[in-house]
Every structure is written in C-alpha cells, then in structure tokens.
C-alpha cells in the first residue's frame, strides 16, 4: 500500500497562492487602488471558468482556489485601503485619497 501525496501537495500550493496573494494586494492597492478590484474580479471569473472545463480534478482544484483567492482579494484590497488610511502602510505619493 502506497503513500498519495495529492493532498499534501495541494495543501502546499494553496498555501504558496495565499501567500503570493498577500504582498500581491499590498502592491496592486499601493499602483492601483480599488481599481484593482477589477483585475482580481476578472481574473477570479476567469479562473473560476476555467476550473469548470479541467478535467484532472487537482489541476481543476488548484484554478478554482486561485479564483476563490482573487474574489477574497477584493475584500482586502478595501482593507488594505483601511490600513493606509490608518498609517500602517505608506501612501503612494503619485496617487490621490479621497482621504
């Protein structure tokens, strides 16, 4: 009896698109803004469509959780709004706030 490693190995790519997606926010928030919004929305619709006509169901798994990932990245991308507003992280100088 043989060891299936798939699960592990998909625990270990959700963890890396996660944490990618971290600084990926922080980044698009600071150039873009909310406009960033609509590149994680696209981007999720487009991965989420993807993971419907994949057959291999841990390829299938692994677009819908970086679908998933863009869709909670619109959430953050208003937080991360948040936590410039408050001073946690810097302004981007050649942008305008509407705060």
């Given at each position: ?27 698009a928030e600071y150039y873009m803004g909310r406009k ?50 408050k001073g946690l992280f810097p302004k981007n100088p ?6």
């Open positions: 009896m043989g060891l299936y490693y798939s699960g592990i190995l998909l625990g270990v790519i959700v963890f890396v698109i996660i944490g990618v997606f971290h600084p990926l926010v922080i980044k960033s919004c609509w590149l994680f929305f696209f981007t999720g619709l487009l991965t989420c469509g993807a993971s419907l006509f994949i057959q291999n169901l841990f390829v299938s798994a692994i677009f819908g959780v970086l679908g998933f990932t863009c869709f909670w990245s619109i959430k953050e991308v208003f937080d991360q709004e948040k936590r410039v507003k050649k942008r305008k706030y509407k705060f």
